[in-house]
């Protein structure tokens, strides 16, 4: 089967590029992403695709009002300057990638019975000494407006630095492009990192026919009682806290699932792949299978 190089959807796109002689093949969602500076002074819903828009130049021409946030409540928010703006979009590109990329190795199945071929499966290996296997990245593509997007994402900004916004995927705050930290309770003395605007971008990498993509441990969380269930769906065990679906920035094998489902599609193998994080990785560098040293003898076509 000839791979599929790009996979275009209304979810989010996908393109997998075949390894070279010394390069690793690389499947990298493409999330394009609207975001889109809110207007204070109008009500909206978010949640609906509502996202009222102002910039002001200066600030005699800051607009002011209060912006329900993810729980409803009222947060005093003005109007994003130009300059702010600007540079909240670069740095929201940046460290949303930098949360997600180079973090998430997939292993493709080994035996030629589960759908790889021994020309699929070469075209898995860029190094004949490290076992086959893909880089898992994320691109954000930031477009002009609405139209074409995957994700319309509005973003408030706050009246000032103290406040908090809890942010939802429809609309975040102008500090979630930062990196915060948190202790709980549960975890005492253990910080937990996280990049709040690379958590919401997550929501978004959806299946096409689900509104979101959910917390890592929403499942579970559902089998307690309701006031226990939003703490819970954020990971109830610290393995789960960590991830960037729970509330952390590692990517554990939940997060892997957007690239696993696009990864079956795109070499139509659908049974056998893993997801290995890049730290465990390393110590697998020397395990490379009969098949792939088999493989490595023969001269490539
Ligand atoms: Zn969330």
Redesign the pocket.
């Known amino acids: 089967m000839v791979f599929r190089r790009a996979i275009m959807q209304g979810n989010f796109d996908s393109v997998l590029e075949p390894a070279q002689p010394g390069r690793t093949a690389k499947l990298t969602i493409r999330l394009k992403v609207a975001l889109l500076p809110r207007d204070p002074s109008v009500a909206a819903n978010p949640r609906a695709g509502q996202h009222p828009t102002h910039l002001a130049n200066n600030m005699t021409q800051v607009r002011r009002g209060s912006v329900p946030d993810a729980n409803g409540d009222p947060v005093a928010c003005r109007s994003w300057l130009v300059h702010e703006w600007n540079a909240f979009k670069i740095q929201f590109k940046r460290i949303v990638e930098q949360t997600w990329d180079n973090q998430m190795i997939l292993l493709p199945p080994d035996g030629a019975e589960d759908g790889l071929n021994d020309n699929d499966f070469l075209q898995l290996i860029g190094n004949p000494r490290i076992p086959a296997h893909v880089e898992c990245a994320l691109d954000i593509e930031l477009m002009p407006g609405i139209a074409g997007s995957h994700a319309q994402i509005g973003v408030v900004h706050l009246a000032s630095p103290d406040l908090s916004f809890r942010n ?2 429809h609309l975040i705050s102008n500090d979630s492009a930062e990196m915060g930290s948190r202790v709980k309770d549960q975890w005492p003395g253990r910080r937990i990192y996280h990049v709040t605007a690379a ?2 971008v ?2 978004w990498l959806r299946d096409p026919s689900a509104k979101l993509y959910e ?1 890592i441990d929403r499942a579970y969380a559902e089998t307690l009682p309701a006031d226990e269930q939003d703490d819970a769906q954020y990971g109830h065990v610290l393995s789960k806290r960590l991830a960037i ?1 729970g509330s952390g920035n590692l990517a554990t094998e939940y997060e892997a699932q957007p690239w696993l489902g696009r990864i079956r599609r795109h070499t139509g193998a659908l049974f056998g792949w893993s997801m290995v994080h890049r730290a465990n990785f390393a110590h697998m560098i020397s395990t490379v299978s009969g098949r792939q040293q088999r493989l490595a003898q023969q001269p490539r076509i």
Do not use: A, K
Request: charged content about 10%.
């Open positions: 939802f995927m958590h919401e997550g929501h917390h679906m």
